[in-house]
């Protein structure tokens, strides 16, 4: 079991806040963004240094989480437990204490996953008991300017080889521009996220969704919600697809009680890591539900432990995990994730996540950044 490999002597713990110039603005809750700021997190052993990224936003929206709020946990909460734990489990167990924190957890745990892979000289897919095979790539395609802008966008990303595409919808821009893809693409595989925009009273124009022939719709009502998404998965044919509905065990059971869906969008760094992302996915799958990997805009270095997470069998569905030169205009990996010609994002080689990073991109881009932790600081 991973959760019993010894994490041995970590002598450091770095933080770093990036600037990852993006290739078109993002909006977010306090306006458009024209970077993706991440945190990074670098550990570093008697015998080696791993990596993480988390997956929160400078701004909170897709959860409460910041990069300011889970930089503040890391140091002052989440750290100093490494001092004291002899395995991985017990340093989990430590930070169950802390309530939430799930991505500053899940950046820190994949930077000691990370660290214990190379120091083992196995790839961070094989401690997860997960077995690499051909999941196609897919791509997240934004709110545009116009109906001609999404069709041409969809068409840009079909020649570079992916072949499913997942719309982001909002009161406003949904049927119109959907039902021109789908008239365009007729044999595309294709769903819609609305990450909760919508409301109950919404419904005429959600059934009018479910006639285009969408495999999902993703997070139609807000997430807590559960109610309302048991109602509409009761009226509409297309499966009712959850991702800020759940971020624990418990809420997947709640939710699954209700009927509130089928799918499940598993991101670690929403549910608090790669860990509990394979446990989740297999109580989605006893529960009956599918489940596959998504993507909150990560540089390379993050999306490739999100690429570990989709090899294990619990993984039932290929995501919308495209590479991040689509999004970003400077990556932090050294070699950046490409999509092969079989439309797939391959894993590279190597222990641990297996991404090298880019020493001086890093130092380029970096914001901020500080030893949070060392020995002769650490709780004792
Ligand atoms: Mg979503």
Same mark, same amino acid.
């Given at each position: 079991m991973v959760e019993d490999l010894s994490i041995g002597r970590i002598t450091r713990l770095e933080l770093r806040v990036v600037a990852l110039p993006l290739r078109s603005p993002f909006a977010t809750s306090t306006g458009v963004?024209?970077?993706?700021?991440? *945190?990074?997190?670098?550990?570093?052993?008697?015998?080696?240094?791993? +990596? !993480?990224?988390?997956a929160a936003f400078a701004d909170p929206g897709y959860t409460a989480e910041t990069i300011g709020s889970a930089w503040n946990a890391i140091s002052d909460?989440?750290?100093?437990?490494?001092?004291?734990? !002899? &395995?991985? !489990?017990?340093? &989990?167990?430590?930070?169950?204490? #802390?309530?939430?924190e799930r991505m500053a957890k899940a950046a820190l745990e994949t930077a000691v996953l990370d660290l214990l892979g190379r120091r083992l000289?196995?790839?961070?897919?094989?401690?997860? %008991?997960?077995? =690499?095979r051909r999941m196609a790539a897919g791509v997240a395609i934004g709110v545009q300017s116009s109906t001609g802008a999404l069709l041409e966008a969809v068409g840009d990303a079909l020649?570079?080889?992916y072949s499913?595409?997942?719309?982001? #919808?909002?009161?406003?821009?949904?049927?119109?521009?959907?039902?021109?893809?789908?008239?365009?693409?007729?044999?595309?595989?294709?769903?819609?996220?609305?990450? %909760?925009?919508?409301?109950?009273?919404?419904? =005429?124009?959600?059934?009018?969704?479910?006639?285009?022939?969408?495999?999902? *719709?993703?997070q139609p009502l807000p997430a807590d919600d559960l109610a309302g998404l048991a109602r509409l998965q009761s009226e509409l044919r297309?499966?009712?697809?959850?991702?800020?509905?759940?971020?624990?065990?418990?809420?997947?059971?709640?939710?699954?009680?209700?009927?509130a869906g089928r799918v499940?969008?598993?991101?670690?760094?929403?549910?608090?890591?790669? *860990?509990?992302?394979?446990?989740?996915?297999?109580?989605?799958?006893?529960?009956? +539900?599918?489940?596959?990997? %998504?993507?909150?805009?990560?540089?390379?270095? %993050?999306? &490739?432990?999100?690429?570990?997470?989709? &090899? #294990?069998?619990?993984v039932s569905l290929p995501g919308d995990l495209s590479a991040p030169s689509r999004y970003l205009a400077r990556d932090l990996a050294a070699?950046?994730?490409?999509?092969?010609?079989?439309?797939?994002?391959?894993?590279?080689?190597?222990?641990?996540?297996?991404?090298?990073?880019?020493?001086e991109a890093l130092a380029a881009l970096t914001q901020r950044v500080e030893v949070g932790w060392q020995p002769k600081n650490a709780l004792r």
């Open positions: 963004r024209a970077r993706r700021d991440v *945190l990074v997190v670098r550990v570093d052993g008697d015998d080696g240094t791993g +990596w !993480g990224e988390c909460l989440l750290g100093p437990p490494l001092a004291r734990s !002899g &395995t991985l !489990g017990e340093l &989990t167990k430590a930070w169950s204490a #802390v309530p939430g000289d196995r790839p961070l897919w094989a401690l997860l %008991g997960g077995q =690499p020649d570079e080889g499913q595409v997942k719309l982001k #919808v909002q009161p406003g821009w949904d049927v119109i521009p959907v039902s021109a893809v789908r008239e365009r693409f007729p044999q595309l595989p294709l769903w819609v996220d609305a990450n %909760g925009a919508y409301r109950a009273a919404d419904l =005429p124009v959600l059934r009018r969704l479910d006639d285009l022939g969408l495999s999902m *719709l993703e297309v499966a009712i697809c959850l991702d800020e509905s759940v971020a624990s065990p418990a809420d997947l059971e709640r939710a699954a009680g209700a009927g499940l969008n598993l991101k670690p760094g929403r549910v608090g890591g790669v *860990l509990a992302a394979r446990a989740l996915a297999a109580q989605a799958r006893n529960l009956g +539900w599918d489940v596959f990997v %998504g993507g909150t805009l990560e540089s390379s270095l %993050g999306r &490739t432990a999100c690429l570990h997470l989709q &090899t #294990v069998p619990e070699r950046e994730l490409q999509l092969d010609d079989r439309g797939c994002l391959p894993l590279p080689e190597g222990p641990g996540v297996g991404v090298e990073v880019h020493e």
